[in-house]
């Protein structure tokens, strides 16, 4: 078996594993007719489910190996590299957003997180578009709270309020 091919199937089987386990922890969520708190996280462990068997099915439909009259081609030499600086922002800004998620409070925190998030995935040699970057985090922020609030009657941390 190609290590391309058990690479895959690793993947799969660990996105499975990590999926049934999601899904058997929001089983155990209290809930009542109609949506409710454990509405979106069922919707998402299937989906990651879902995702998981489409990777192991993906991974058995591909083939052994190239034909010996075809030039093989490296696919690992010709991804890019990890950037770890981009990561390791990544994770500050969700440590960040976290600790301060309850004293700032969801609307704020979210949108200068997804702001702040724009900024550091944007490429370094493109010119970064502050406006429509804010308008999208604020927009994004509103319209989440909101839904959380009216349709889904779930409150979010409003934060500021609390001076």
Do not use: W
């Amino acid at each position: 078996m190609a290590t391309c091919k058990k690479k895959e199937l690793i993947i799969g089987g660990v996105m499975l594993g990590t999926a049934l386990g999601y899904l058997l922890m929001t089983l155990k969520l209290p809930g009542h007719s109609g949506i409710d708190a454990a509405f979106v996280p069922g919707l998402l462990a299937g989906m990651l489910c879902l995702l998981a068997v489409i990777q192991l099915f993906s991974a058995f439909a591909t083939a052994q190996a190239p034909a010996d009259d075809v030039p093989h081609v490296d696919t690992e030499d010709t991804g890019s590299a990890i950037d770890v600086k981009t990561v390791v922002k990544t994770l500050a800004l969700i440590v960040g957003y976290i600790a301060l998620m309850n004293p700032v409070g969801f609307p704020i925190m979210t949108a200068a997180y997804l702001y702040l998030q724009f900024m550091v995935l944007t490429p370094a040699d493109q010119k970064v578009p502050h406006l429509t970057y804010v308008v999208i985090a604020v927009i994004t922020s509103a319209v989440i709270y909101l839904l959380f609030r009216e349709a889904f009657d779930l409150m979010l941390p409003a934060g500021l309020t609390n001076f």
